[in-house]
């Protein structure tokens, strides 16, 4: 057992270590001064994504690009979030699916509703996922969307009223047992709701996750997922101060007792960190785990292609002008090697919960065994990978693998929100060696009202 512990905290270590090479080597964007269009490829599947970037209530451990809600901004907003669309209509897309993330992508209900009966008028859309906290799912606000939303992700984050004041939320929607009667009369307006909650917060205790889990299965949502906490240059000073600081690490114990819970009946786990109702069809939770590439509108929105990551404009007024002038609102972009791009759609494939071995060679143009030989030789030998008929799965301490690895990889997309959010180094930068940029000090005062980025 000792040996046993020896040898995964290594592998945890080495996993770590090796996401931070690759986000330091690889993650040099290039900031544009021609234009860039997204044009698709054919015979290519793609998803949209459509960002909402307002919230009433900042958390802190939330680092997504977002201002707050004023109703006229976020009006003229939607507007142009929708003649984006229909420029991307024009340049050749269709999609089949929409994913609508925020933000609070429900915060203007009226607007929303536009811009989602348009996605399907534009293009072959068959479902739609989006986001909201628990203020905006009454059976009333979720009527409207009948037909519309097939799958909506409610961030609950914590049912302890302590922790849920402590970062303001008790405030702005109300207590634990408020908040579960809310979801409660919300299942079954929508096909599918999901609940997002956080472990591993500081000075979370076991019993405090436990009573997380117990209270989101009594609600019998198709879908739960439990998020680790993700610390970033970005939200780690926010999150000390709402938080406090703690000493230990509970990560990888909480993890343990978050599976072990589920697998005592009425859920089965989906994915690394998501778990679906038995009475549900299996449900993925990352939109970029089943989607290759994507294609996002909106302020801040990245876009996937052809081994790109393509960014949109995140100041509202640049945004704005860009669309409406029939610009491309791309600003940067960043090209990663064959061999990263690999690495990167092993893990989302690995993170679902399998990797077809032939499906991804064809997929990717590559020979799996031969060109990632070396990390599915480090995988095997530490018990986190094992191939059965041609596909590879995680064992339970491989699915911790790629919680770790996520967590990471988001971290690092903190930090390109971050430096984005500072329109004056975008303005005299070329290129942003990203990993090596300092964004601890700018989080505060570009976030507070979408007015300053005007």
Known sequence: MIFKN?????????????????????????????????????????????????????????????????????????????????????????????????????????????????????????????????????????????????????????????????????????????????????????????????????????????????VAKSISPQQITFYPLMKSELTRENIARALGVSNVDNEREFYEIIVSEFAKGGYRQSNAWAFSNEKSADLRDEYVGSNLEYVGVGSGAFSFLNGQLVINAFNLLDYGRKVKERQSPVIAKCAFSKKERLKYTFLTRLFDGAVDIKTYNEQNNANINKDLFVELSLLKLVNAIYEENGVIKPTFFGKYICVVLMRDFYAGMDKVRAIFKDDAKIKRSKVLRIMSENTEQKFDQNIIQPRAAM
Do not use: W
């Open 6 to 214: 020896i040898v995964e905290s290594f592998a945890v270590n080495y996993a770590h270590n090796s996401i931070q090479k690759s986000l330091y080597n690889e993650f040099n964007i290039d900031i544009l001064n021609t234009t860039y269009t997204k044009t698709p490829k054919k015979d290519k599947k793609y998803m949209l994504y459509a960002h909402v970037p307002f919230c009433h209530t900042f958390c802190p451990y939330c680092s997504f690009h977002k201002y707050h809600y004023e109703q006229e901004l976020a009006k003229i907003y939607f507007e142009n979030l929708r003649e984006e669309m229909r420029q991307i209509k024009e340049a050749g897309f269709d999609f089949t699916s929409l994913y609508v993330g925020g933000g609070t992508t429900l915060i203007n209900e009226p607007e929303l509703e536009k811009t989602l009966k348009l996605a399907k008028d534009l293009f072959s859309i068959e479902d739609i996922s989006a986001e909201s906290d628990p203020n905006h799912i009454s059976p009333e606000s979720l009527g409207r969307f009948d037909g519309l939303i097939n799958r909506l992700s409610v961030g609950v984050q914590s049912f302890d009223d302590e922790t849920l004041k402590r970062v303001g939320r008790y405030e702005k929607f109300g207590s634990a047992e408020e908040t579960k009667r809310k979801l409660e009369q919300a299942i079954g307006k929508i096909p599918v709701i999901s609940l997002d909650l956080i472990f591993n917060l500081p000075n979370q205790t076991k019993e405090q996750l436990i009573n997380d889990i117990n």
